[in-house]
């Protein structure tokens, strides 16, 4: 499969855990999005890396949100201390030059 | 600010009968387009773009777009619906400060009737 991995699929924390997201680009793409989907909503950005570097978070993310995209491959999300607004879809996206997007089968986090 | 509205939340059309969902967009330069959809637990799949040329854009699924840069919309249509195509369909503008990032709208659900 060459498209975007997204890993786990489902998860379920509990409120104050900690939980870390992982997202797969498509090999030859260097463009990385990380977006949240709450019911009902259109996807809304979070955070944007090319290649390695991260050169846009949304004001939306609070301090406990947290990205990385080591090498300029893969990408982990991490939210710490989760609170109950956290639960969502999280998805991720990938893409190259100016080229569309292709979206991963997203995170669904629930938090009880 | 860049910004797409998408008006109506539903919209209902009898299978075999042409179907339309309206976007909207608000950009300062050159605008990025695209129609992504979705269907139920899954993320979204890529139906087609404009970035310059013909108005008229063809996609995936039978499906295509009209820019229209007078009226600043980018509405979907598609000649004769299935019932396969019930799912939320959203519009995006890509920035174009160099983040290349995608702004959304709230999404139309789309439902096809037999």
């Known amino acids: 499969d060459t498209g975007v991995s997204q890993n786990p699929r489902h998860k379920i924390t509990k409120r104050g855990q900690n939980v870390t997201f992982r997202c797969d680009p498509i090999s030859e793409h260097n463009r990385l999005y990380w977006y949240r989907q709450t019911l009902g909503q259109g996807p809304e950005f979070l955070t944007y890396?090319?290649?390695?570097?991260?050169?846009?978070k949304s004001r939306l993310l609070s301090d406990r949100f947290s990205a990385e995209r080591p090498k300029g491959s893969f990408s982990t999300l991490e939210i710490q201390r989760t609170e109950q607004g956290d639960s969502a879809m999280y998805l991720c996206a990938s893409g190259k030059g100016a080229s569309e997007a292709f979206f991963g089968q997203g995170t669904r986090l629930t938090v009880v | 600010a860049q910004s797409v509205a998408q008006p109506e939340d539903q919209v209902n059309v009898a299978e075999g009968n042409p179907l339309t969902v309206k976007c909207t967009y608000s950009?300062?330069?050159?605008?990025?387009l695209f129609w992504y959809v979705q269907y139920p637990n899954r993320g979204l799949q890529f139906l087609l773009k404009y970035i310059t040329g013909d108005n008229l854009v063809k996609g995936s699924y039978g499906f295509e777009a009209e820019f229209n840069k007078s009226q600043t919309s980018f509405h979907l249509k598609k000649p004769s619906a299935l019932v396969s195509d019930s799912a939320l369909y959203f519009c995006a503008v890509r920035d174009t400060s160099g983040t290349y990032k995608y702004i959304f709208g709230t999404g139309t659900r789309l439902k096809v009737l037999a």
């Open positions: 890396f090319q290649n390695e570097a991260q050169l846009e």
């Open positions: 950009v300062s330069g050159n605008p990025y």
